[in-house]
DNA sequence: ATATAAAAGCGTAATTTTAACACTTATTCT
DNA sequence: AGAATAAGTGTTAAAATTACGCTTTTATAT
């Protein structure tokens, strides 16, 4: 075993927070956990914890994440490490931001017996505590690069969904009306959607067809140099 | 004065690690220190040090990067922290990595006079403790994406450069060949250059111009809902 | 039964962007 | 004077993106 050499520096406390973003078939949503304890007790914050000394951080944030939501298996990634010396009035502290994307629809019954969570459309969203607000920024523009360019929307839906499902949801996160028919065009060109035979009939009279995304299919043509990009 | 409420979780040390990126005029070259402690002493690594309790992470970086380097006023952003729990064997490290873009010819002077740090090509680089070639294979990706969308390649070049570096610059850090007029008819009609009244005559008889970046121009145009795209 | 309403589904033409491609010019060196 | 070297410069073809409107299906109301 090596002696350590780094006596002298500074330790920190190194906490995790979570933009968990959700989508309700009309808008962005994120979840926000109102604190029960000092400092801020009683104000709403992102969902949050410290890391452990036998966890790296994704595990801390996978951990968390299951903890104050019973979610598991949710795509998550890492945005963003926040550090402004007094960004946390008690202590201080040094957050990882992480971002999660989740299905509302899918997992709203494990959300709502937490009882201190709640579902925010993005532009109705209260104040935050501490330097959430600059988190949740950089997580929505995050987000928005990255649904351009992966296919991650697909976390946001159910497993079957339509193409209005599809494009209501890019709409939401790209914040801006896109064509139909470019956009049905677009992803017939992309070839990675597995059309059901099955169709929802619960916003027309005439139904619409349900869709799978193709994670097999996605993956072999990634091996292949296929890029993602809409 | 709010009771910290935080008294149970773990504190760990936090470290910065720095992607030196430069450019010699032929491709993309990253600075590297040996190591003159332990663990892993007499070994090539990243310059890194670590965060003290009255600094924020940008301004540790910027501080690293002063003392092993004396270089100052450099372009940096923020990559990744990584976490691994037994990433660091002498103890439990989580560190931030930031990556920086430096000219080489105008910052050599300073460089020089530190004796352990020396710049490897991409290719030649030596084997570097921990996981420091994750944080190099990371830095080179941002690197690539952000040439692409932002106007960072010239924190890599003089003040005054030609067309052909411009062009080789990006060719390097792309890692392909870029076709000559195409290259320059895309800059020109992004016009954000300033054509000078000078040439280069070290590399041919005819000479090349010298351009500028119009900064100045660029913020302008940024404004107005320009977007830099390569 | 018929009419109405509401969303689904579908293709083409115009425009813009990107990619491919080769010769002339200026200058130094011999 | 001519040979050698890198600089400088436009056009055309191909591909990608954008704009755009009518028909189909079927539940519901009359």
């Known amino acids: ?57 994704d595990e801390a944030a996978t951990r968390i994440l299951r903890y104050l939501t019973g979610l598991n298996n949710i795509y998550m990634e890492q945005l963003y490490t926040f550090s402004k010396v007094d960004r946390d009035p008690a202590e201080r502290t040094i957050s990882v931001a992480y971002y999660a994307l989740i299905d509302i629809a899918t997992h709203d019954k494990a959300l709502l017996k937490q009882n201190p969570v709640q579902w925010f459309s993005l532009k109705e969203a209260p104040k935050l505590i501490f330097d959430h607000h600059l988190m949740v920024e950089k997580a929505i523009s995050r987000l928005r690069r990255r649904a351009l360019t992966k296919p991650i929307g697909f976390e946001l839906l159910p497993p079957k969904f339509t193409m209005r499902q599809l494009q209501k949801l890019y709409e939401a996160i790209l ?40 994670e097999e299919k996605y993956r072999r043509k990634v091996e292949d140099g296929f890029i993602f990009k809409i």
């Open 1 to 57: 075993m090596v002696l350590s050499s780094y006596k002298n520096e500074d330790k920190v406390l190194l906490a995790l927070d979570c933009i968990i973003f959700g989508f309700d078939q009309e808008e962005l949503k994120i979840l926000l956990v109102k604190r029960d304890f000092e400092p801020e007790k009683g104000k709403w914050s992102l969902i949050g914890g410290f890391l452990k000394k036998e966890e790296n951080l």
């Open 175 to 214: 914040d801006k009306k896109l064509d139909k028919r470019n956009f049905i065009n677009k992803f017939n060109s992309l070839d990675i959607l597995i059309k059901l035979n099955e169709k929802d009939m619960s916003s027309s009279k005439k139904g619409a067809f349900l869709f799978k995304f193709d």
